[in-house]
């Protein structure tokens, strides 16, 4: 028998303040009145994560792991607490559950955690009375039952995770875009969005840090098969829809119910699939363009030198979870070690530095990546001839160059401006 449940997301802007959590409130009783069962799952307000962060660094420049978890799952339940209030409000019985209430049980990696089970009979018996049900997202609880937070923009992994066991008919991520679009479309208002989309192409598209979803949840999506559909709060617009590919025709065409139709206009700025006689059909497409400003260049220097000191900072930075990419040996002579992390991790990174690498000379720089993603780039080579008369005619530094099958991704040395991600976009997404 098909699931009538269905997983509703709604992240921090969609939540942002009374008047937005209305219409969330109404977004889910659509739903809810089309005879489904309702899960939703909210972020924190706003930028209230943010704001945790801020104000917990000014009672100390290192906090502890486990408090600062305890303090940030504190957004996600100012949020479900509210939006509960609001929908028993409207005649809506409605119940709010914080991650352990849900049974969403994590490792104890503190502000990285990863859900290892959920245990769904709360969530159940709440359905069963007919209720909606409300999750805190971004967090659940470890084995000596302490809070834990699954990363920044964790919500996204919550929703899809519970999808996956509950078996809902579809998660949906709202958010202030109505889909995942060839790059920003806050950034460059050209940008066009995709209809439907890969678990692969999305995950290439999410490592690379573009916001609209949360990596870990498209390998959950994937799989378990569950289909994601990001749409907007503020529109009824279709959204892209993200899917094993054999059968996303179809449940394309399944998806357009009532709900999702309604006020849907065929002139949206909609990416065009259809043959056209122009093509050359084996040419590259380019799908996505990514720039990714949130990431810290970090050098550690030290006197002398032995190779079991590059191991040892590699394996403190792997058991720790700091995400470090492009690590660079760059003398034996003495120590001078460099390699980059998203910004996220850099108070976990510091405190390490303070317990384990103390005398270190650590000097940080912010960077920007930028990645051009789509199959079979490699194989044009005019595509990369681009790209580089770009950076070259910006007189811009590459301190990394990647190159694969579906993907060119550069390392700067700098923060680079959002004319660069105009200028790539024009060249290689509207030509
Ligand atoms: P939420 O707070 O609802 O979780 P996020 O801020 O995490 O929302 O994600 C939505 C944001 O993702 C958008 O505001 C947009 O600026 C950003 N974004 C980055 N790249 C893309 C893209 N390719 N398509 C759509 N949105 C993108
Ligand atoms: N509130 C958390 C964050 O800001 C989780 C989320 O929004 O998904 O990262
Ligand atoms: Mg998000």
Same mark, same amino acid.
């Not at 486990?66 to 799952?73: A, P, Q, T």
């Not at 390699?339 to 108070?347: E, H, K, M, R, Y």
């Given at each position: ?104 049980? #994590?490792? =104890?990696? @503190? ?8 245990? $769904?009979?709360?969530? /159940? +018996?709440? *359905? !069963? ?52 679009? #060839?790059? =920003?479309? @806050? ?8 209809? $439907?989309?890969?678990? /692969? +192409?999305? *995950? !290439? ?227």
């Amino acid at each position: 028998m098909d699931s009538n449940i269905v997983v509703l997301k709604f992240g921090g802007s969609s939540v942002a303040d009374n008047l937005k959590l209305n219409v969330v409130a109404k977004k889910i009783i659509d739903f809810y009145k089309e005879n489904l069962r309702v899960v939703v799952v909210v972020s924190a307000q706003g930028k209230t994560t943010d704001g945790l962060i801020k104000e917990a660094k000014e009672l100390a420049n290192l906090p502890n792991d486990r408090e600062m978890d305890v303090l940030l799952s504190t957004g996600e339940q100012v949020s479900m607490s509210k939006l509960a209030i609001l929908l028993n409000r409207l005649g809506y019985e409605a119940v709010s559950l914080t991650g352990m209430q849900a049974g969403i049980k #994590t490792n =104890d990696l @503190n502000q990285n955690a990863k859900i290892e089970n959920i245990d $769904t009979t709360r969530i /159940e +018996e709440e *359905l !069963e009375k007919g209720k909606i049900v409300i999750v805190a997202g971004f967090q659940g609880y470890n084995e000596k039952g302490d809070i834990t937070t699954l990363g920044r923009g964790g919500s996204d992994t919550t929703a899809v995770a519970l999808a996956a066991v509950l078996n809902a008919k579809h998660c949906y991520i709202f958010s202030d875009v109505d889909g995942v679009y #060839t790059t =920003d479309p @806050n950034k460059i208002t050209t940008a066009k969005k995709l209809e $439907t989309l890969s678990y /692969e +192409e999305m *995950l !290439e598209i999410a490592n690379e840090g573009a916001k609209v979803l949360h990596n870990r949840c498209i390998e959950i999506g994937e799989k378990y098969n569950v289909p994601i559909v990001t749409k907007s709060t503020f529109n009824n617009k279709p959204g892209t829809i993200l899917q094993d590919e054999k059968i996303q025709n179809i449940e394309q065409n399944k998806l357009q119910n009532q709900i999702e139709s309604k006020l849907y206009n065929k002139q949206d700025n909609i990416e065009n699939k259809t043959y056209n006689k122009q093509d050359k059909i084996e040419d590259a497409r380019v799908k996505s363009i990514v720039k990714n400003d949130d990431i810290i260049y970090i050098n550690m220097k030290y006197d002398t030198y032995s190779p079991e000191m590059f191991y040892k900072i590699y394996a403190t930075l792997v058991k720790n979870q700091i995400g470090a990419n492009h690590l660079q040996n760059n003398s034996t002579h003495h120590t001078d070690i460099s390699f980059t992390c998203p910004a996220s991790a850099l108070n976990k990174f510091q405190n390490l530095l303070e317990k384990d690498f103390k005398s270190f000379d650590t000097t940080y720089t912010n960077i920007s990546r930028i990645a051009i993603i789509g199959h079979g780039i490699r194989n044009d080579d005019t595509i990369l001839e681009k790209v580089l008369n770009i950076i070259e005619l910006n007189q811009l530094e590459i301190y990394h160059l990647e190159v694969n099958e579906s993907k060119i991704a550069m390392l700067f040395t700098t923060k680079v401006s959002n004319t660069i991600l105009e200028q790539l976009h024009k060249e290689l997404v509207e030509e």
